[in-house]
Nanobody, 122 residues
Framework: QVQLVESGGGLVQPGGSLRLSCTVS????????MGWYRQAPGKERELVAT???????NYADYVDGRFTISRDNAQNTMYLQMNSLKPEDTAVYYC????????????????WGQGTQVTVSS
């Protein structure tokens, strides 16, 4: 059983930075695809970025070069470095993982963390 634990959220001013972490219980080597999703109040959950075990990444268009997803297999951890944060980035950010396929990310039957709140406000 895979468990995901996010950390690193908080309150930051517009233009600031945060780094989110997602620690995997068990071995991250057994997980092919991982990603970050977010959900703002009153909105549906949306993709932020994904990464495969081989390091292939993709990002939502609105990221526009501001965020970087990475994974450190030795530390069993995935990261999301967020720079130039905007108020519209305010949301609960969720770590997501699937052992077999990137196309399965975002599904309810993939693995999810409990979420970490990111608030961008002056």
């Amino acid at each position: 059983q895979v468990q995901l634990v996010e950390s690193g959220g908080g309150l930051v001013q517009p233009g600031g930075s945060l780094r989110l972490s997602c620690t995997v219980s068990g071995s991250i080597y057994s997980i092919y695809a991982m990603g970050w999703y977010r959900q703002a109040p009153g909105k549906e959950r949306e993709l932020v970025a994904t990464i495969t075990s081989g390091g292939s990444t993709n990002y939502a268009d609105y990221v526009d070069g501001r965020f970087t997803i990475s994974r450190d297999n030795a530390q069993n951890t995935m990261y999301l470095q967020m720079n130039s944060l905007k108020p519209e980035d305010t949301a609960v950010y969720y770590c997501n993982a699937d052992p077999w396929s990137r196309s399965r990310l975002g599904r309810d039957d993939s693995y999810w963390g409990q979420g970490t709140q990111v608030t961008v406000s002056s």
